[in-house]
């Protein structure tokens, strides 16, 4: 079974500052990816940031990347120059590699409000 | 780009009555599709995995009979509840794999039912 840990419930930032969203997981298999979306009011899933396991260089897009440590097998998100467009629920989720890609566990979420 | 589209947005029906819920692949075709439940402030959990021409995947503690899924297209998959009770009043959300863009994973806007 897989399983994704968010511990953090809530997070709050100033804006233009730097936020980490942790997440920690659990799997047995060797082909696997993690993603983070993004959840705003409107409910939309959006999608953040991929990485996919097989891959030692951290994913980044934008002001958006990971800290991918796979021995320890956290995950966590490092948003930079925060915009108030960030606020969200942010969920970590996991899948598995081959026929069962597409089939996504997900973290707990952790709620972000970037104040002006 | 590619879009995953989902109707209704909302809706409310009585207690004891079945609705329905489609799911589609605006432009491109996707041979298998997943449906989540979210409940409010939590996270989505995965329901089943809906595949084109066979029967639907369900998760563990889902019950196939009260939520019943059909691919009969390469575009689109419904999910029906069936003889709807309060209890099953949620966000339903899909998502879909288009494989032209190295398995890019699209949610659609999500549904919210209502029992009354």
């Known amino acids: 079974a897989q399983t994704v840990t968010q511990s953090q419930p809530e997070m709050s930032v100033q804006e233009a500052e730097t936020v980490t969203l942790s997440c920690t997981y659990d799997?047995?298999?060797?082909?696997?990816?993690l993603f983070w979306y993004k959840q705003p009011p409107s409910r939309q899933m959006i999608l953040v940031i991929r990485q996919e396991a097989y891959k030692q260089q951290n994913a980044t897009e934008n002001r958006f990347s990971v800290n991918f440590q796979k021995a320890a097998k956290s995950f966590s998100l490092k948003i930079s120059d925060s915009q108030l467009g960030d606020t969200a629920m942010y969920f970590c989720?996991?899948?598995?590699?081959?026929?069962?890609?597409?089939?996504?566990?997900f973290g707990q979420g952790t709620i972000l409000t970037v104040h002006p | 780009g590619a879009v995953v589209s989902q109707h209704p947005s909302r809706v409310i029906c009585k207690s004891g009555t079945s609705v329905k819920i489609e799911c589609r692949s605006l432009?491109?075709?996707?041979?298998?599709m997943f449906w989540y439940r979210q409940f409010p402030k939590k996270s989505l959990m995965l329901m089943a995995t809906s595949n084109e021409g066979s029967k639907a995947t369900y998760e563990q503690g889902v019950e196939k009979d009260k939520f019943l899924i059909n691919h009969a297209s390469l575009t689109l998959s419904t999910l029906t509840v069936t003889s709807a009770h309060p209890e099953d009043s949620s966000f339903y959300i899909c998502?879909?794999?288009?494989?032209?863009?190295?398995?890019?994973?699209?949610f659609g806007e999500g549904s919210w039912l209502t029992v009354v």
């Open positions: 998502s879909a794999m288009d494989g032209r863009s190295g398995n890019t994973i699209y």
């Open positions: 989720a996991l899948g598995a590699g081959g026929t069962s890609y597409g089939k996504l566990t």
């Open positions: 432009d491109f075709q996707a041979t298998t």
């Open positions: 799997t047995s298999e060797n082909n696997y990816y």
